[in-house]
């Protein structure tokens, strides 16, 4: 007996002293290269429980030693560097008020100094020339109270800096994300955990006024709720606080500082606590020849500062080498190797061989069962705030998924909104947790739609009127020409020439003193195409008095160029995942015969409306199943009115408060026609008083765009 005993204790303690972290350079070359060493390591219980902790090196430190705590298991990380671990042990028994080891290991240019704890306590670090002291608190509600990490040491001087900008983003795994755009890489940054709050001190750091602000990121359903910046004297201050179980690690790139605030969701069958998968913890360097199973589990117990349980029926011997593994993948190893099985529950973990852990987890499944066979039932009464007591009820009477157990029953109140659930404790708290989660207030979401249509519309016409007509008997020569400018020529703008004598009555005779023009319906035309409802005209009429002939001819012109635009904007604000829809318009009645015959009064609408269903991602956009109408009268036939319809109907995802373009309809009519007299049209120059010359050209534009915003508590937008 004495002997085993013996031999656990020596190889304990050769596991003791190989527990290493490399990363390179062997323990004595490390030594050889670094000057500064740490030469004793002595500690104190101070009145009130708390323990101090002196530590001497061979030359001053310039800052105190950077450090970080670990909550499960308790421990506190101090990092020395350019200091060499210059003891001849890694391992010091302390066993003095929470601290019960110091564990040394050193690494590269630097040596860490582990504080293992019975409880998770604050601490606080100071330098007084080559001593270093390490004061540990006795309370521990005061464990993250004063737990600073130097983050990045400020430069030499007194130069100050200034914080550029502070941006907030959800990343791919839902993490918080803090990004801090500093004016130099060389700022000084210290973090620190105070409760349930993260404090990061910007060392000689302005912090502009508008950047002196909170941010409430709630929204972006992060662990983060509040980011607050401010200015603290000559340094700038950031105050950020979570919610729930959380984990923060923060890096440096170049002038851009991030901090990720993770949640955790703790496993109860995981050793280490963290979000990452895999193993997380501490590496550790095993050698042993034939050792007993129960030994091996008992060192990783003292390493780790677990409680483990290990049953009377393990037993055996075991050879194991493993070089730089993390813990809990050594005990993970070591229990698989030996047909074993694990289960942890807080800080103790029971280990004992499979069939033995299976029976006792299938007794205590058949005494579960039991239990709720036998356990009184009692009625809940729950109070719905946002849901309907029906939709609940229906919930939990699934018949294809009962949440309820076989003598559960769940009864509604309609009239107060209230359903009376009756179960066993268990199933109570099951209930609860699900009304936790769904009965909260739905967002809202306004949705604005623009139809805008657009029209470009030019036409040209050219026409003209061309006879000529046999007066009356040829006399002598004389000729008569007169023109006029304008919708109707007058006489008073007539010009008249004559040549030879004559009374003057002539053209009063033939032209009533007017000029004749295609309003007067003249009956002798040899081309008669004039533009309908010309803006203009030119008008002839030229007197041969010796031939007895009258000369006709008009020209008539018209152009028109008009440009428009029609905007209808349609909005509608509706709860997440509901449907909602706004229309404006008219109804056309119209007359539509009956099977007996009577005549009866039916409707047609002319709307513009906006249908639309959106649902809320978690990372605030809008998927929205989408229908834009917008409808106007059209042509009549047979006394039916016809309407004219631009509809869009589609799904589409859009951030919050961005416009998306859902579509465009874009018509161009472009028209040349000729109208002309055979022949007499094709002549050079004068066939132009023989045709009629159209010109067309119209734009017609349609696009809509969509706007949604996401609506707060407070019925405003986000």
Do not use: C
């Not at 002595?42 to 105190?64: C, E, M, Q, W, Y």
């Not at 040394?104 to 630097?110: D, F, G």
């Not at 923060?250 to 901090?259: R, W």
């Not at 269903?613 to 809008?622: E, G, R, S, V």
Request: no cysteine; net charge neutral.
């Amino acid at each position: 007996m004495k002997k085993n005993t013996w031999m656990a204790k020596f190889l304990q303690a050769i596991l003791l002293i190989g527990l290493t972290l490399t990363y390179g350079l062997s323990h004595a070359e490390e030594q050889l290269a670094l000057s500064n060493k740490i030469e004793s390591v002595d500690f104190s219980t101070l009145p009130g429980g708390r323990v101090a902790v002196h530590i001497k090196t061979t030359s001053p430190l310039a800052n105190a030693p950077a450090g970080f705590t670990l909550n499960s298991p308790a421990r506190i990380a101090l990092d020395f560097p350019g200091v060499a671990n210059g003891l001849a042990k890694n391992i010091i028994q302390v066993d003095q008020g929470s601290l019960k080891s110091i564990m040394l290991a050193q690494a590269k240019e630097r040596t860490r100094m582990v504080l293992n704890l019975s409880k998770n306590v604050g601490y606080s670090s100071t330098v007084n020339g080559n001593d270093v002291t390490i004061m540990l608190q006795a309370n521990e509600a005061s464990a993250n109270v004063g737990v600073e990490t130097k983050f990045a040491e400020a430069a030499i001087g007194q130069q100050q800096y200034s914080i550029n900008n502070v941006d907030f983003a959800r990343g791919k795994n839902g993490e918080g994300r803090i990004i801090v755009d500093l004016s130099n890489a060389s700022a000084g940054i210290n973090i620190k955990q105070t409760g349930k709050t993260i404090v990061v001190d910007f060392i000689n750091t302005d912090v502009p006024a508008n950047l002196q602000r909170r941010l409430n990121v709630t929204n972006f359903n992060t662990p983060v709720i509040y980011v607050d910046t401010m200015k603290q004297g000559k340094n700038g201050r950031m105050i950020i606080e979570p919610k729930g179980n959380w984990e923060q690690s923060a890096y440096q790139a170049d002038k851009k500082f991030i901090i990720d605030v993770r949640q955790v969701v703790d496993d109860p069958n995981k050793l280490v606590r963290g979000a990452k998968p895999g193993y997380a913890g501490e590496k550790l360097s095993l050698n042993f020849q034939n050792i007993e199973v129960r030994s091996v589990l008992q060192v990783i117990a003292d390493f780790t500062g677990l409680n483990i349980i290990t049953s009377d029926t393990v037993t055996g011997n075991l050879t194991l080498r493993l070089k730089d593994v993390p813990w809990d993948q050594a005990l993970d190893i070591i229990v698989q190797s030996k047909g074993l099985s694990m289960r942890k529950t807080g800080n103790v973990i029971l280990i004992a061989p499979a069939e033995e852990v299976a029976a006792k987890e299938k007794q205590m499944l058949e005494a579960s069962l039991q239990i709720d066979d036998l356990e009184p039932v009692r009625t809940e009464v729950f109070t719905l705030k946002y849901m309907k007591a029906e939709s609940l009820k229906n919930i939990l009477s699934d018949p294809k998924q009962k949440i309820l157990s076989k003598r559960g029953s769940a009864v509604l109140d309609p009239r107060t909104n209230t359903v009376f659930v009756q179960d066993t404790s268990k199933y109570l708290e099951q209930v609860q947790a699900i009304i936790n989660k769904v009965d909260i207030a739905v967002k809202q979401v306004m949705i604005e739609s623009r139809l805008v249509i657009a029209d470009d519309k030019y036409s040209k016409a050219l026409g003209a009127r061309f006879g000529v007509t046999q007066t009356g008997t040829p006399g002598r020569a004389a000729s008569t020409i007169s023109g006029t400018l304008g919708n109707r020529p007058t006489a008073s703008t007539a010009t008249t020439l004559t040549q030879g004598t004559h009374n003057g009555s002539i053209q009063t005779a033939l032209t009533g003193g007017a000029v004749t023009t295609s309003s007067d319906g003249l009956p002798d035309l040899a081309s008669n195409l004039p533009v309908a409802n010309a803006f203009g005209s030119f008008a002839y009429s030229l007197f041969h008095l010796p031939a007895g002939l009258l000369l006709n001819f008009e020209l008539t012109a018209m152009e028109a160029d008009g440009r428009g635009k029609v905007v209808s904007s349609p909005r509608v604000t509706t709860a997440n995942q509901h449907k909602a829809k706004i229309a404006q318009g008219t109804e056309i009645p119209y007359l539509e015969a009956s099977s007996s015959g009577a005549a009866t009064v039916s409707f047609k609408p002319a709307v513009l409306s906006l249908e639309v269903t959106p649902q809320i991602t978690p990372d605030d956009k809008i998927i929205m199943q989408l229908d834009v109408k917008k409808d106007r009268v059209g042509q009549v036939f047979n006394g039916v009115p016809s309407i004219e319809t631009q509809n869009i109907n589609t799904l589409v995802l859009v951030g919050n408060g961005e416009t998306a373009v859902l579509g465009g309809i874009f018509e161009q009519t472009e028209r040349n026609d000729v109208e002309k007299v055979p022949f007499f049209g094709d002549l050079p120059i004068m066939g132009n008083l023989f045709k009629r010359k159209t010109t067309l050209n119209n734009k017609t534009e349609l696009l809509i765009f969509i706007t949604p915003k996401i609506m707060n508590d407070s019925l405003t937008l986000q």
